[in-house]
């Protein structure tokens, strides 16, 4: 009967972008390309439970998958009479459609991994938003549904699907291919932002009643593996990859047993899964000898600190508060520089602390939940009880998250007492 049913989804779902991003690149039409691609996926679910998986999954994947795409450009007159418009949407290889029982040549040889990172740098494209970059990689290079994307961002599946339509009229016409080398490293940084983004809706949701979103984070994680075996010695991707699992380390120890939020420093660390932790400071030495040190090696490079300690009152923030130094002088990361007010509080005391928070709240053009959150924490511990408790106060009634929300108030609460 072949391989397992959660084995051959497993298959399928690591085999979808590269079958998307091989036809995309033959074909030059996303749209159609995207429906041959989900149709061939489909039948691979059906028949390989019972057939067996073929001995080159990808390449009937890509067999299937073309058929279904000629057959559609074969029976669209209207499209086959729009040659112009059609030559100015297809690659210069464009694809001449072969007589039946013919396979197409041409996309079978090509680099699958490449064709992922392509797929991936298209989605990210300049023109796009960073919210339509997030909705089309999710959607064609991650293999989610649309429901499931507007889920993750609670909207209604019609505003997400009007989003991602959207985006790829955006990117309609450009050429399928990777960015010339002057202009990688900036097509590159988008990919990861986005990556970023998606794994910290995940492990943080900004909105809604679950604290973590398990699909987005694992997500994040799969497709930054999958640009780190094409890219393995770029530090960046590996720091990426480094801070996330470092990161998702502590999953375990995040709640309590009615869900709710416990914070870094109260968490049972014996919850927190080793196994990731080695991995993850492994990544982070290595990312940090693959050249100059830059934001994800040096967030890894934090992580990896905190997950060290095997108590709270082990952690380096010494040594933290140097990273966080070099860090914000990098970057004018706004999540950066209050992770930096955190450590100087804990080095140097919480009134130098809030002197950083004071300083971060007077520059900011608007004013985030967080600030107020990390004031109410290092105004307790100055002993300033009622201060603090308007802080927490605040931050709950600016926070979207509902676990986060339950949890400032708690906070407050037990000052009242």
Known sequence: MGRATDDIEDLLRRHAPQVLGALVRRYGHFDPAEDSAQEALIAAAEQWPRDGVPDNPRGWLIRVASRRLTDRLRSDEARRRREETAAALTPTDAFVAPPPGEEPSGLDRAPSEDDTLTLLFLCCHPALSPAAQIALTLRAVGGLTTAEIAR????????????????????????????????????????????????????????????????????????????????????????????????????????????????????????????????????????????????????????????????????????????????????????????????????????????????????????HYRLDAVRGHLLERAGEPAAARTAYRAAADATLSEPEARYLRLLADRLDG
Do not use: C
Request: proline share 6%.
């Open 152 to 367: 993750a961002h609670l909207v209604p599946e019609a505003t997400m699907a009007q989003r991602i339509s959207r985006a790829k009229r955006t990117v309609r016409g450009t050429r399928f291919r990777q960015p010339d080398a002057q202009d990688r490293d900036q097509r590159l940084a988008a990919v990861l932002q986005v990556l970023y983004l998606v794994f910290n809706e995940g492990y943080t949701a900004t909105a809604g009643p679950d604290l973590h979103r398990t699909d987005l984070a694992r997500e994040a994680i799969r497709l930054t593996r999958a640009v780190r075996r094409l890219l393995p010695h770029e530090g960046r991707v590996t720091g990426l990859l480094a801070l996330m699992v470092l990161t998702e380390a502590r999953t375990p120890a995040r709640n309590g047993p009615g869900g709710e939020l416990i914070p870094l420093d109260e968490q049972d660390r014996a919850l927190w899964d080793r196994t990731a932790i080695a991995e993850g400071t492994a990544l982070a030495e290595e990312a940090l000898a693959q050249g100059p040190a830059g934001d994800y090696q040096l967030q890894a490079a934090i992580a990896a600190l905190h997950d060290e300690a095997e108590r709270a009152e082990d952690t380096d923030w010494p040594q933290i508060l140097a990273l966080y130094d070099l860090l914000v002088r990098r970057s004018p990361d706004p999540a950066a520089a209050l992770g930096r007010a955190v450590a100087v509080a804990m080095v140097h005391g919480p009134r130098a602390g809030l002197a950083e928070v004071d300083a971060l709240a007077g520059a900011a053009e608007h004013r």
